[in-house]
């Protein structure tokens, strides 16, 4: 069992930043890969970026690619997924999963982009 706990979202202006975390605990041995995705309203859920437990290696959806960053903290259990220059397509309800034998989704966290 795999228990992950997103943080860090909230209201930012256009050309902003904001960090969000995802907590994970539990049998994190299993994980293969732990992805974040999002989904704005009305639309399908998007894959963001992932990055792989043993080998550090990180991958970007295109729209995201220059501005946003995943990276983790081995000693917190926890990966990060910092987004600067923010603009209204990237408002969404952001989730991390894990990827392991199953597919473990965090709660999610609301990001939100307006003036």
């Known amino acids: 069992q795999v228990r992950l706990v997103e943080s860090g979202g909230g209201l930012v202006q256009p050309g902003g930043s904001l960090r969000l975390s995802c907590a994970v605990s539990?049998?994190?041995?299993?994980?293969?890969?732990i992805n974040w995705y999002r989904q704005a309203p009305g639309n399908e859920r998007e894959f963001v970026a992932q990055?792989?437990?043993?080998?550090?290696?990180?991958t970007y959806a295109d729209s995201v690619k220059g501005r946003f960053t995943i990276s983790r903290d081995t000693a917190k259990n926890t990966v990060y997924l910092q987004m600067n220059s923010l603009n209204a397509d990237d408002t969404a309800i952001y989730s991390c999963?894990?990827?392991?034998?199953?597919?473990?989704w965090g709660q999610g966290t609301q990001v939100t982009v307006s003036s």
């Open positions: 539990g049998n994190i041995d299993s994980i293969y890969a």
């Open positions: 999963n894990a990827a392991a034998i199953h597919i473990y």
């Open positions: 990055v792989i437990r043993s080998s550090g290696r990180v």
